[in-house]
């Protein structure tokens, strides 16, 4: 990507779920639109998402931010909620309810139980996550996109984010809970006192993730929590290096806007590891690869302006733009201005 001119044939963004997914549906509209410097229709778009949120339930296994892509992306997606199918109905939940099976603090929708169901058996049947979610989309993703948009498992190997809380009845005076207890049934209201990422050590990226990172002219972290999200991604070996050696500029959103995030959980999240709650810490967070770090470029929001001295200051271009994803437009707008932040290439 020498020049503003160049055509941007391949993008590669690592992603969380809601924030991840609503930025790539703008980002795409923008390549299709030619609102993104050279974007176009033709452009190919790899997403490489985090699934250290998997857990099992119920015999399933449920994969949240996959789902949340594939739902977004396939035009599936609950967009109240931001998460779950359009039209979705709760039989099944009420039932389980019912017979008193726990958890009943995590409900999976009816038509959502289908997809849980297909990926499954065939994990079961010996299949990969990676090549179970190339089949789950074919139906959502091929017709909508043409073959265009692909994603990809951060990991076919099993990750597992868990949150260390105050447990005063412990011995150690603490428990350990899976991430989707913390964040759906305690909402995130108690402080996390670490995060612990269960099995990232021994897991290897999935087939494609690292030639796609390697193969792109963009590299893109969007505004996705950049502690069980982003982070979890970059700490799967091998994934965290491609970044800092691929040829591509490498430009990151920031998730938050003040001083905290607009969703989800990266106030907690930042402040269980010690970063301060600000666009310009975790852009100092993520660093800069002239630097050891993984970034050449970091937008933040309009209201905080004042630390882009600061971010140029540790080495990273830096823009201040309007960072709300209000609609399509809104934030194929955003993505033009990450693109544009970079567009002579590396820092």
């Given at each position: ?82 998460w779950g199918r359009r039209d979705e109905t709760w039989s099944a939940r009420t039932e389980l309810e019912t017979y008193g099976v726990e958890p009943t603090w995590f409900g999976l929708g009816d038509r959502d139980i289908a997809t849980h169901l ?230």
């Open positions: 990507m020498p020049s503003s001119a160049s055509t941007l044939r391949r993008v590669t963004v690592l992603s969380g779920g809601v924030g991840g997914a609503r930025f790539v549906q703008g980002l795409l509209h923008g390549l299709r639109s030619g609102v993104v410097p050279g974007g176009s229709a033709a452009t190919e778009v790899t997403v490489v998402a985090n699934t250290a949120d998997d857990w099992w339930i119920h015999g399933l296994k449920v994969c949240p931010d996959l789902d949340t892509l594939m739902y977004t992306l396939g035009d599936g997606i609950d967009v109240e909620r931001g297909v990926r499954t058996q065939m994990l079961e049947a010996g299949f990969a996550l990676s090549q179970v979610t190339d089949a789950l989309c074919r139906r959502w993703l091929a017709d909508v996109h043409g073959g265009l948009v692909r994603l990809l498992p951060m990991s076919d190997d099993r990750v597992e984010t868990h949150i260390a809380v105050a447990d005063p009845a412990s011995p150690s005076g603490r428990r350990v809970i899976h991430f989707q207890e913390y964040w759906v049934r305690l909402r995130a209201e108690v402080p996390a006192e670490a995060v612990l990422v269960v099995g990232q050590d021994a897991a290897t990226p999935a087939p494609g993730v690292l030639d796609a990172i390697a193969g792109a002219d963009l590299v893109v972290l969007p505004p996705s929590n950049p502690v069980v999200s982003v982070g979890t991604i970059l700490g799967v070996a091998g994934i965290r290096d491609a970044v800092r050696a691929t040829e591509a500029p490498v430009v990151g959103v920031s998730p938050i806007i003040g001083a905290s995030h607009v969703h989800g959980m990266a106030r907690q999240m930042l402040t269980s590891i010690g970063v301060e709650v600000s666009a310009g810490a975790v852009g100092e967070h993520y660093g800069a690869r002239s630097r050891g770090g993984v970034l050449d470029g970091w937008l933040v929001d309009a209201t905080d302006a004042a630390h882009v001295g600061r971010l140029e200051g540790a080495g990273l271009r830096a823009r201040a733009v309007p960072l709300l994803m209000t609609d399509h437009d809104a934030t194929a707008a955003m993505a033009a201005e990450a693109v544009a932040l970079v567009a002579d290439g590396p820092a």
